[in-house]
């Protein structure tokens, strides 16, 4: 059983920088694609960023795209999501994923992640 863990959120301004981190624990991190994405009430978790299990393939929602940056590190099974030039509308539950089905391949789809962690509040006032 994988179990994932985020960190790293917070309180910030408009244009501020945070970066998210998601430990992971059980099974084999190294295997897995990560995923990050976001939620806000009423709304459907929606994708942010992905990375694949190597780090060698990235893919951003076009909403992040050039703000934000995803990264790994399977030394310390561990993956980051680097946020820069923040905006109010950034704000939501940001929760990191683990799909350990699709070995090789990266997606945009959150049913395609089967490993999900309990989130962390980011907040970006105006």
């Known amino acids: 059983q994988v179990q994932l863990g985020e960190s790293g959120g917070g309180l910030v301004q408009a244009g501020d920088s945070l970066r998210l981190s998601c430990a992971a624990s059980g099974g084999t991190f190294s295997r897995y694609s990560m995923g990050w994405f976001r939620q806000t009430p009423g709304k459907e978790r929606e994708f942010v960023a992905v990375?694949?299990?190597?780090?060698?393939?990235?893919y951003y929602a076009d909403s992040v795209k050039g703000r934000f940056t995803i990264s790994r590190d399977n030394t310390k099974n561990t993956v980051y999501l680097q946020m820069n030039s923040l905006k109010p509308e950034d704000t939501a539950v940001y929760y990191c994923?683990?799909?350990?089905?699709?070995?090789?391949?990266?997606?945009?789809?959150?049913?395609?992640?089967?490993?999900w962690g309990q989130g962390t509040q980011v907040t970006v006032s105006p």
């Open positions: 994923a683990a799909d350990s089905n699709r070995l090789g391949s990266i997606s945009s789809d959150r049913a395609s992640y089967n490993y």
């Open positions: 990375i694949s299990w190597s780090g060698g393939r990235t």
